[in-house]
């Protein structure tokens, strides 16, 4: 129930703003503790909804401070965190951070610099592993033709020209658009070439760190992000790839 955390920010707030915070963050840490002993998959729901419940208070009472980049930043983090550990609130949570990021472009995210001087990506660039037997491509395929080809005899294809209409082809070539749009936001990363790597594990950085550090620089170990439904923690990137009803 969403008026219970209201209800908490009213108990905290009884408090000073440093007590609070203190308590809030003493609260994650020990959820946090708990949901890292033993495996995720056996993580208690009871508690992943109370990591999701103290990461909203959190953004709470950052915002209830003055706000300049830095918090906001702050509040963001810990919205992310409850989204990404948490089961809860989720719509709450999901457009809180929408529109925190949208204020943050909005009043203090100048322009960005360049990240490199070639930051129009290609999708050429990339070297494509044949693997197997050749697959065939077919530009733009009703759907009566790709059910009668491919679908009922279970034939794998190549769907090309069926993307060109999608917001994303061409903006996300830019680098320093996705910062300004998402920069902020938190996203789990894998580092190292695969699970056998024994250096291999995982970290949670903003999507600015990682495309500044592990795309554009290229200076560490490999990276890439982790399997995760990035659409639906960041919906300001899924509104640009258009996907049949």
């Known amino acids: ?8 920010l009213d108990f905290l707030f009884r408090k000073s703003y440093k ?58 983090k810990a919205v992310d965190m409850g989204l990404l550990m948490g089961n809860a609130f989720r719509n709450e949570l999901t457009k809180t951070a929408s529109l925190l990021c949208l204020i ?18 290609s999708y050429n660039n990339y070297t494509l592993h044949r693997i197997g037997d050749y697959v065939p491509a077919l530009n733009q395929p009703s759907l009566e033709t790709f059910s009668r080809d491919f679908l009922k005899p279970k034939l794998p294809v190549k769907i090309t020209g069926s993307m060109k209409h999608w917001p994303a082809i061409s903006k996300w070539k830019d680098l320093n658009y996705l910062i300004k749009l998402a920069g902020a936001r938190l996203v789990p990363v894998e580092i190292g070439s695969s699970y056998a790597d024994a250096e291999w594990s995982q970290k949670l950085i903003t999507l600015e760190e990682f495309i500044k550090n592990r795309i554009v620089q290229k200076n560490e170990k490999p990276a890439y992000l982790a399997q995760h439904q990035l659409f639906n923690q960041i919906w300001m990137v899924k509104s640009q790839i258009s996907m049949l009803g």
């Open 104 to 121: 943050l472009q909005q009043y203090y995210i100048e322009s960005p610099e360049l990240v490199y001087n070639e930051n129009k990506l």
């Open 19 to 76: 007590v609070a915070i203190i308590s809030v963050e003493a609260v994650l840490e020990k959820i946090w503790e708990s949901l890292h002993t033993g495996s995720w998959a056996d993580a208690s729901d009871c508690m992943r909804k109370l990591y999701s419940h103290a990461s909203l208070l959190k953004a709470k009472l950052l915002l209830k401070t003055p706000s300049d980049e830095s918090m906001l930043k702050k509040a963001i």
């Open 1 to 8: 129930d969403y008026s219970n955390v209201n209800n908490s």
